[in-house]
């Protein structure tokens, strides 16, 4: 069998760019992994502090931790924490955050972590290896929730069809078993270009690890630990992380709607903390050939202004 693929970090040299990173400074790398960007910001000559909720990814990048001699530290954490440990460490401001969203190319690449029906594995799909397995909700969950979830975090629109048949086919242990399901119950054909799975696997894995949430609350963990002047640089892969991701900018950089003759205007809950970000940056074609991941992913990146963290 061949070694996976090496882990290659999507649009580094923009979220470089974005972080515009000096010499001494301190940054966050919220999504560590398998460490593409965390060992770009070292070369950069950033002091870093990383977080992962991934056992896996804790455990496997001490050697990284070891090899920087004092100018890494790894929390094993989810991101949404950031500010809490951050402050457990004595670190009450940082001058740079990236987030790199979703799963990582290290848990699609195995097999046993269950993020992928690419190769049969166990239905896990829990990021930080504990609480509810996808087997778990796909054989415990009534037939009205299943549905729910694959409409609203998968955006399936024959989401009820898939729940029925899922019911239906239970129990359901292995990532392959639930592929076939919703390939049958979708008519799915082998020259299909896009398999009718995906979304069933994003939907529950969203759900199952409170990506969306985790993103909300990791965003205003940032606002709140970045300096004056500090530098946000997001990485998104789909619609429903990037609205996140775009409502937050645009709201926290006073970008509220105007109003109109039938809404009022909407008032900013408190001063800009961000300046007006960025637009919007995507892979070019030569990195798209070279990593196919990046296809689909956006770099969102803006600057902390002055004004206190929101308290919403």
Same mark, same amino acid.
């Given at each position: 069998?061949?070694?996976?693929?090496?882990?290659?970090?999507?649009?580094?040299?923009?979220?470089?760019?974005?972080?515009?990173?000096?010499?001494?400074?301190?940054?966050?790398?919220?999504?560590?992994?398998?460490?593409?960007?965390?060992?770009?910001?070292?070369?950069?000559?950033?002091?870093?502090?990383?977080?992962?909720? &991934?056992?896996?990814?804790?455990?496997?990048?001490?050697?990284?931790?070891?090899?920087?001699?004092?100018?890494?530290?790894?929390?094993?954490?989810? =991101?949404?924490?950031?500010?809490?440990?951050?402050?457990?460490?004595?670190?009450?401001?940082?001058?740079?955050?990236?987030?790199?969203?979703?799963?990582?190319?290290?848990?699609?690449?195995?097999?046993?972590?269950? =993020?992928?029906?690419?190769?049969?594995?166990?239905? &896990?799909?829990?990021?930080?290896?504990?609480?509810?397995?996808?087997?778990? =909700?796909?054989?415990?969950?009534?037939?009205?929730?299943?549905?729910?979830?694959?409409? *609203?975090?998968g955006e399936e629109p024959k989401s009820r069809r898939i729940a029925r048949a899922i019911v239906a086919a239970r129990p359901l242990t292995r990532t392959t078993e639930l592929a076939a399901v919703v390939r049958r119950a979708l008519g799915h054909k082998p020259h299909d270009k896009k398999d009718p799975a995906t979304r069933t696997f994003q939907?529950? *894995?969203?759900?199952?690890?409170?990506?969306?949430?985790?993103?909300?609350?990791?965003?205003?963990?940032?606002?709140?630990?970045?300096?004056?002047?500090?530098?946000?640089?997001?990485?998104?892969?789909?619609?429903?992380?990037? *609205?996140?991701?775009?409502? =937050?900018? *645009?709201?926290?950089?006073?970008?509220?709607?105007?109003?109109?003759?039938?809404?009022?205007?909407?008032?900013?809950?408190?001063?800009?903390?961000?300046?007006?970000?960025?637009?919007?940056?995507?892979?070019?074609?030569?990195?798209?050939?070279?990593?196919?991941?990046?296809?689909?992913?956006?770099?969102?990146?803006?600057?902390?202004?002055?004004?206190?963290?929101?308290?919403?």
């Amino acid at each position: 069998m061949s070694a996976p693929a090496p882990h290659v970090p999507v649009l580094l040299d923009e979220v470089l760019a974005g972080l515009q990173i000096a010499a001494g400074e301190v940054h966050v790398d919220a999504t560590f992994g398998a460490g593409g960007y965390t060992r770009a910001m070292l070369a950069s000559g950033a002091r870093v502090i990383a977080f992962d909720r &991934d056992p896996d990814a804790a455990a496997e990048g001490q050697s990284m931790v070891a090899a920087a001699e004092g100018a890494l530290t790894l929390v094993p954490a989810a =991101f949404s924490a950031m500010a809490e440990e951050l402050a457990g460490r004595g670190t009450d401001a940082v001058d740079g955050v990236v987030m790199d969203i979703g799963v990582s190319s290290m848990q699609l690449d195995r097999a046993e972590r269950g =993020f992928s029906f690419q190769a049969d594995g166990p239905l &896990d799909m829990r990021m930080a290896q504990e609480g509810q397995s996808a087997a778990d =909700f796909v054989n415990e969950a009534d037939e009205s929730e299943i549905a729910d979830v694959l409409y *609203r975090y998968g955006e399936e629109p024959k989401s009820r069809r898939i729940a029925r048949a899922i019911v239906a086919a239970r129990p359901l242990t292995r990532t392959t078993e639930l592929a076939a399901v919703v390939r049958r119950a979708l008519g799915h054909k082998p020259h299909d270009k896009k398999d009718p799975a995906t979304r069933t696997f994003q939907a529950i *894995r969203i759900h199952l690890n409170r990506e969306l949430d985790e993103l909300a609350e990791g965003l205003r963990a940032a606002e709140a630990v970045l300096r004056p002047g500090g530098r946000l640089a997001v990485v998104t892969f789909h619609s429903l992380e990037d *609205r996140v991701v775009k409502r =937050f900018l *645009r709201e926290r950089s006073g970008g509220t709607p105007g109003g109109s003759r039938h809404l009022p205007v909407a008032q900013a809950a408190a001063d800009p903390t961000f300046e007006t970000p960025a637009r919007a940056v995507r892979a070019g074609e030569q990195e798209v050939a070279r990593n196919p991941r990046a296809r689909s992913a956006t770099l969102r990146v803006a600057r902390r202004t002055a004004a206190a963290a929101w308290r919403v």
